[in-house]
């Protein structure tokens, strides 16, 4: 037992304490206002208020309607397809971060983060010009002579939800993958070197399980902020390519049934926990033996 | 050093008296070693203090004239925005929407409090006074009320319970918009927005009321395409699920649609006269057809809501938007029908026949206005499920 460990038991009550101030918060503003947004799902709307009798008719629409079940579907797909892409982007541009990039460093990182300073809808905008069938790519491909005539698809189409998506979370998988990787010493490589390990066997055996954590934390935020995300389908999609956000979205707006928004929630939250506790299942939210 | 001292000011070196002498003078007297550059940093503060105050101050009373307002893209053009805010010397500030829907949603879930006054369409009012967002007109203060043709002064899409809840002010078709250079012989009918040779230039605007649209290519047509049955609702899912794999976007904003025209993603669409405004104005050329089987439209009102915290001068927006400069300023920046029959008069003969001021009441009456949907959540599923399932 370490003797940070029996300092703790020792002193327990000032850290309780400090404790008290967050936890409230959280209680207060976040935990009891989502507590109370969750419950709506068990109400319902006779127009123009909500009946507050307790019913599970929206759960009956939710399994009922093609349409939730469809959309849910694709929004995990897109997310799953905004994260894999992130993965393989960030991961070598992290690893040459980390460990090749010895000088200037502040200034590497910096460059990543930059266009976090950019407002959103700016680089969905920016997306919209570049991918258009009078745009820059297709203007560059047809100059080129790679193509004849524009390509459609590559806007008002999950492709170009997909591409602007990556870029701009880009960003928040580069960040953690860093820093794990940065946490690995040298001398652990150096290690299975003269063990015999190849560069691909090393990154396999060493590099890889070591990253997990990272590779969580930037997935998850990944996965998550593109399950919710309904401002670049709206601008970039086009037929059929709407995710779930917006469909909660015009509950709580535009079609004024508060108890079906609520319902919509519920799966998208479950999908996420789902994650995290499979996550922490396998392991990967343990902090490393630096 | 040996300087020559100037005389101290009378004054003296206070740092209010310093605050008011120019920067040379307090440097000098600095550098003179007649004042500490402590006193130097009292007088900025004094200065800052009082100008902050001032703002602060000025702040409260901007405050007090502020209109805030959300409306439909246009209806705070410069051309009338700008000489209102100098008469009544106010600022008017404004969010743009892209449909009734979304005004609607901004005033319930914020209980009225974010706008002072929405441009409600026909549609759109009965559920504002529902949800007893709206406050009552008093015409008594509307100075050009009496110039309103009679039957915009009190419709029932803004008369609840006899009292009167809105100054209509503006009204129009939705049209049929399509690309003057990219075809040969105009479209004539809403057909021509399922038309297989326009496979991937179509648009819609992303709209569930746009159903009742739709629903006057249904045979047999509807007496009314806002009161459908669960047949033809199901038909006009039909219809557009059959068009969906035709459109190229779902348009949200008029500024969106204009733009998609002009950078030919689109050739066809549906939409209202001040997107081809719009589009004229960067030099394209928009064309607008009134289909066979006839429009939706809209008649616009300026509502205010009852958590409006500037009541006059809202009354005095609607006032001025329905008086001469308000209503001629609409014609020439939206291509909008009116509703003062005097402004109306002083207007070219062939722009009068253009806007359809003629002869209002059968011009008016061609056009299937929007009206208040009592299923409108029904409406809202069906939408989604065919253009988003």
């Not at chain 1, 969580?216 to 956000?245: C, H, K, N, R, W």
């Not at chain 2, 003296?12 to 940093?41: M, W, Y």
């Not at chain 2, 746009?210 to 047509?221: G, R, S």
């Not at chain 2, 459109?247 to 008029?254: A, C, I, K, Q």
Request: with cysteine.
């Amino acid at each position: 037992m370490s003797t940070a460990r029996v300092a703790l038991r020792s002193n327990r009550r000032p850290l309780l304490l400090l404790l008290i101030l967050p936890v409230a918060w959280m209680t207060v503003f976040y935990l009891i206002p989502i507590g109370v947004l969750l419950t709506h799902a068990l109400f319902s709307v006779k127009y123009p208020k909500i009946d507050h009798h307790l019913t599970l008719v929206n759960f009956q629409t939710f399994v009922d309607t093609e349409l939730y079940i469809r959309v849910l579907v694709r929004t995990v797909v897109m997310a799953v397809g905004v994260t894999l892409c992130d993965l393989l982007l960030a991961f070598p541009v992290a690893f040459w971060l980390a460990r090749r990039v010895r000088r200037n460093r502040e200034i590497a990182l910096f460059l990543v983060i930059f266009p976090l300073w950019s407002s959103y809808l700016i680089r969905i905008f920016a997306w919209k010009t570049l991918l258009g069938t009078s745009g820059i790519l297709n203007s560059f491909l047809q100059w080129a002579h790679v193509t004849n005539a524009p390509i459609s698809f590559l806007l008002y189409s999950k492709w170009s939800i997909l591409i602007a998506l990556t870029h701009i979370w880009l960003p928040f998988m580069i960040l953690p993958l860093y820093t794990v990787l940065d946490r690995i010493p040298e001398s652990l490589l150096e290690a299975a070197n003269d063990l015999g390990a190849g560069s691909v066997a090393a990154f396999r055996t060493v590099v890889l399980p070591l990253a997990k954590p990272g590779i969580v934390a930037g997935g998850l935020t990944t996965f998550s902020l593109t399950m919710g995300d309904y401002i670049a389908p709206t601008l970039l999609g086009g037929p059929g390519d709407q995710m779930i956000g917006k469909l909660i979205a015009d509950q709580f707006g535009v079609a004024n049934n508060w108890p079906l928004g609520a319902m919509l929630i519920i799966p998208v939250l479950l999908i996420i926990s789902t994650i995290l506790l499979l996550a922490n299942r396998a392991g990967a939210m343990e902090r490393t033996a630096g | 050093m040996a300087i020559d001292r100037p005389v101290a000011d009378p004054v003296g070196n206070s740092p209010e008296a310093l605050a008011k002498l120019p920067p040379e003078t307090v440097f000098a007297r600095l550098r003179n070693g007649e004042i500490t550059r402590r006193d130097v940093f009292k007088a900025m503060s004094a200065l800052g203090l009082a100008s902050f105050g001032a703002r602060v101050f000025d702040q409260n009373a901007l405050a007090a004239d502020e209109l805030k307002m959300i409306i439909w893209e246009g209806y705070a053009d410069d051309t009338y925005r700008v000489p209102f805010e100098q008469a009544n010397n106010c600022t008017v500030s404004y969010t743009e929407a892209g449909t009734g829907d979304e005004m609607f949603a901004q005033m319930e879930t914020s209980g009225g409090k974010n706008y002072d006054m929405v441009s409600a369409s026909s549609d759109l009012p009965k559920r504002l006074y529902d949800a007893g967002l709206l406050a009552e007109i008093d015409t008594s203060k509307l100075t050009n009320y009496a110039n309103l043709w009679d039957q915009f002064k009190t419709p029932d899409y803004i008369t609840f319970d006899s009292k009167l809840y809105g100054v209509n002010f503006a009204w129009g078709p939705t049209l049929l918009l399509s690309n003057g250079d990219e075809m040969t012989t105009a479209p004539t009918s809403w057909n021509a927005l399922l038309d297989e040779q326009y496979k991937g230039k179509i648009s819609t605007w992303n709209y569930p009321l746009q159903i009742a649209q739709y629903a006057l290519l249904l045979d047999p047509v509807p007496d009314d395409p806002y009161v459908l049955d669960d047949d033809q609702l199901a038909a006009v899912k039909d219809i557009l699920v059959k068009q969906r794999p035709l459109v190229r976007l779902y348009w949200n904003t008029g500024l969106e649609l204009a733009q998609a025209m002009l950078n030919k993603e689109v050739v066809i669409s549906d939409g209202w006269s001040w997107i081809s405004q719009q589009i004229r104005a960067e030099k394209g050329n928009p064309v607008e057809t009134i289909p066979t089987e006839g429009v939706t439209g809209w008649s616009d009102s300026w509502v205010i809501s009852k958590a409006a915290k500037n009541y006059d001068l809202a009354l005095k927006w609607a006032d001025w938007m329905i008086g001469p400069e308000g209503q001629v300023g609409l014609t020439e920046v939206m291509g909008y029908s009116i509703t003062n029959k005097i402004a109306a008069a002083s207007l070219p003969q062939d722009r009068q026949e253009q806007l359809r001021l003629t002869n209002v009441t059968d011009e008016y009456a061609k056009i299937k206005m929007w009206k208040f949907v009592a299923n409108y959540d029904k409406w809202v599923q069906v939408w989604n499920e065919a253009t988003q399932g």
